[in-house]
């Protein structure tokens, strides 16, 4: 097992009934709408659906960056809206990674400093840096440890965001279209890193608008208009997936 849960019985992670809306100049937008899901250690879930279906916002919601208007969410047996601001941002660094399409690297740091970004503050434990260490070797990236951003190819900076959002051993790792701006060859070296943090007892949610990435993980969810749909044909579903 990779992580160490808060409550060894409980899911990776558990929403019910999730609601958000926004206000717009053309009114009011349920962009969540009564979304239920649970995901457990081992699990890797695709989430598909059309441009502006509410993809990213269920994302946000799931990793305690975005409150629902309505409904539940549980990491690892815990609330984190019932947290105050640091703290949740404490819980999350703890039990969630985060893997966008956009990297997210500090440009004026290397790459083990961009890995190790939310520990430098209070001076990163050894156990960290070596794990950090470890995680760029094993990403073929262990010989670009004082480059900064802008010397590393695409793949390379991905990479980096990876390792970055493993660093602390997650149960839970969220990656928006992680494989957006990368060729098939660095496409697919993300995935299996993915695939791997799942097989080793994590759980991933993975929005995608990519057919290869879809494919490799386990399970699949769709979301149209907000609302969860039935999943592909073929695709296993998520255990309490309703609409």
Do not use: W
Not at 86 to 98: D, I, L, Q, Y
Not at 190 to 205: K, N, P
């Amino acid at each position: 097992m990779c992580c160490a849960m808060t409550d060894s019985n409980a899911p990776a992670v558990k929403a019910e009934d999730l609601h958000k809306r926004f206000v717009t100049a053309e009114g009011e937008v349920h962009a969540v709408d009564s979304v239920s899901f649970e995901m457990r250690a081992g699990d890797f879930v695709a989430l598909h659906g059309p441009s502006g279906c509410g993809k990213s916002t269920l994302l946000l919601m799931t990793g305690g960056l975005l409150s629902p208007d309505e409904g539940l969410v549980e990491i690892a047996g815990e609330d984190p809206y019932k947290l105050n601001a640091e703290g949740r941002a404490a819980f999350r660094g703890a039990h969630v990674g985060f893997v966008f399409q956009q990297f997210h690297l500090i440009p004026y740091l290397n790459v083990l400093d961009n890995v190790l970004i939310g520990e430098l503050a209070d001076q990163a434990k050894v156990s960290l840096v070596d794990r950090a260490h470890n995680l760029l070797d094993k990403f073929n990236i262990g010989h670009r440890l004082n480059h900064v951003p802008s010397k590393l190819s695409i793949g390379e900076q991905q990479r980096v965001a990876l390792a970055r959002a493993l660093l602390r051993e997650p149960e839970l790792v969220l990656a928006d279209e992680p494989t957006g701006n990368l060729d098939p060859e660095n496409s697919e070296i993300i995935l299996q890193h993915l695939a791997d943090f799942a097989d080793d007892g994590g759980a991933v949610i993975m929005v995608t608008h990519d057919d290869r990435a879809r494919a490799a993980a386990k399970t699949s969810m769709h979301l149209e208009d907000g609302r969860m749909v039935a999943p592909d044909k073929g695709k296993q579903e998520v255990e309490g997936a309703t609409t």
